[in-house]
């Protein structure tokens, strides 16, 4: 994990200009598969050519292509929303198999790890991920700060967490509604849709609102690299990345 940290240390101190976080890998670089339910790993960068072998989530793979960039693709990723994944075709190396996937489902940042207690098993929570690969630590805070400055409505923040690796973790909690607010510097939207998705499970949500037959849908607005999920007009989710910043947030009323 220690190259991941160096990595994005340099980042840091390094770019001013702007520059999407997964456009910047390079030949010989180690991603890692960030989609959930596995990566199809194809012959060819075509959507319908032949599947190698799906790569499951938190797989190793080394860039193996020269001409990164040039096979753009996207993937609508919720059909009713329009809400799409825009990225390129690249070729790959996997042990001793050589495919092409999709890249917007890669990351450099290492996969979420399981954690079993009881016969139970989850992911990790955004603060253990964190504080595991990052070193987040918490920090003194002003307790009477509030999100968007209004006591009455906004929980108040109760918790701050940073990193020298530019990663803020800031938590809210007013008894009412709970919030929790990441920004990291110099993640692409894609790779920030990624991480998401494996801390909230957004592409399970349809699945969520059948099994508890429940008639309010999954509301998605998206907009140039901003997009807002929200559901049951309880819980509402966002990730934008602006200025080389990635800002991902989770509120949830009671």
């Known amino acids: 994990m220690k190259s991941i940290r160096t990595f994005f240390l340099i980042l840091i101190i390094a770019y001013s200009q702007n520059v999407l976080a ?17 990566l199809n790993m194809r012959v060819s960068a075509a959507a319908n050519a032949s599947v190698i ?19 753009s693709f996207s993937v609508k990723v919720f059909n009713e929303s329009g809400f799409v994944l825009q990225g390129f075709w690249v070729k790959v190396n996997m042990g001793d198999k050589s495919g092409y996937v999709f890249d917007a489902y890669l990351s450099r940042l290492a996969p979420l790890k399981i954690i079993e207690s009881n016969g139970y098993k989850r992911y990790e929570s955004e603060l253990e991920y964190f504080e595991r690969e990052f ?23 109760t918790d701050v967490y940073e990193s020298i690796y530019g990663i803020t973790i800031k938590k809210w909690d007013s008894g009412s509604a709970n919030k929790i607010e990441i920004e990291i510097s110099e993640l692409s939207f894609e790779e920030g849709y990624v991480l998401a998705n494996m801390f909230y499970d957004f592409e399970n949500f349809n699945k969520e609102i059948v099994e508890y037959n429940n008639p309010k849908k999954l509301v998605i607005t998206s907009k140039d690299n901003n997009a807002q999920f929200s559901l049951n007009s309880t819980r509402y989710y966002t990730i934008e990345e602006k200025d080389n910043k990635l800002t991902i947030s989770f509120l949830k009323q009671f």
Do not use: M
């Open 22 to 38: 997964i456009s910047n890998y390079k030949f010989g670089d180690t991603l890692y598969v960030w989609a959930k339910a596995g």
């Open 53 to 71: 072998e799906k790569l499951p989530y938190g797989k190793q793979v080394i860039i193996a292509d020269h001409d990164i960039g040039k096979a």
């Open 135 to 157: 070193e987040v630590q918490k920090t003194p805070t002003d307790k009477s700060e509030n999100v968007g400055g209004n006591p009455d409505s906004e929980p108040l923040i």
